[in-house]
């Protein structure tokens, strides 16, 4: 792990080392590009192996085979869809957990944009966790609470990237926490990108983007404005005005993959094996599915993987429009292997941390490389053919061993 290895790509950031070190040997330190690493005290360490234990880059599912049924899954309320990034899934298995009285954890932001994880027993809660964020979330407060919650019988709903639910099933396992009431949700991940960049891009809305005098008061990464399809970055205003930020959208530079966390290049993670009952995506390949159902805004790619998650999908699938998928129609990159580090990274990092001018910077990169500007052009093209799991496994065997 990567207290021994000081290997950047062995570390996914989820703290789980800190949290179950009983000697608190293990402090958390964030580097220059705003990821968090774990520091070990060795006065302090007793070498009892817990960290390396619990830690999720000790794991690897990458190229395990498995069987996981696949839906294509819409919700049939018009508002849920409206707040989701794509079918509605999470609310759905939220919308069971809280009618139980349960707790759902998930992602979301704080008055000044910063991402943690939080616990949510209202609706309130879940809609401030809806839609996806492409920062990476502080988890450090879920690992306890999550505990009192099993502890107390509850039901409970554990939502996030692969790496964190592996870390947070690991930490409750070994903490031996009952996991009778518990139910997991990952979702398929392109990566997560740093939280200093995210800090930086916010102020340089507030200051430069935005009408002056105007505060913002929410910001969807997956604005259906426009479309689900279109993937909008928009701001809410406190005059209530929503804008979009196309022209300055952070999910691009998200697409560049130059402030990715190290370690989601080498994902462990990336197979059909899950670690999670659930494992949501966008559905994105409709036309080759010729779906029953209208895909117009937003349909979800629902991996069910355990026979918990069955009992659970039967239970809640009269919420949504459903159809069976087959694992072809199903593909997607990141069900075989992690997203490719560009080759001009180290070049974006050196740039951007010895620039006063972060915005030039940011709206430079946000082109991405040439290649990643291709593949984004003829992507749709690809689907409407049925060409886009032969050009993508094409592409893991011309870039994926370089
Ligand atoms: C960083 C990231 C990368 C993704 N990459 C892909 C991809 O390559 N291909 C693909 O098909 N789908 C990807 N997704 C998933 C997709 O964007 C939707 O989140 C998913 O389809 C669920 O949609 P929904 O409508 O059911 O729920 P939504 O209402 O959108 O639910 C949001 C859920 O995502 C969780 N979440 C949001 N942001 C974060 C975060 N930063 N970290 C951890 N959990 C978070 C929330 O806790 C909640 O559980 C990614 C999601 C994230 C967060």
Redesign the pocket.
Known sequence: MYTETKNIHDCCGCQACMMICGKNAITMSVNEEGFAYPVLNSDKCVRCGLCAKVCPGEKDYVREAADPDIYAVKSKSGEVLQS????????ILSRWILDRGGVVY??AFDESFR?SHIRGETDRDILK?????????DISGVYEAARSDLLAGRYVLL???PC?ISALLAWLKMRHVPTDTLYT?D????G?PSRKVWADYVDILRKDFLPSGHRITGINM?SKKVSWEKQEVAATLDSGEVKLLSDFSFNRLFLSLNITRPSCFHCRYTSYQRVSDFT???FWNFDQARLRFDPRG?V??VLVNTAKGRALFEQVRENADIQPLTKEVAW?P?LEYPAKEPAGRAKFWNEYLSSEDKKAVISRYMKGSFVTRVIHAVTPLLRKTGLYTIAGKCYKLVFGKK
Do not use: P, W
Not at 187 to 190: K, L
């Open positions: 989701s990034s794509s079918g509605g899934m999470f609310s998930g992602a991402l966790m809806r839609t996806s964020k492409y920062v990476e979330s939502t996030g990237t964190q949700m979702v398929i991940c392109h997560v997956r949501l995506g966008d937003g979800n790619e997607q990141h």
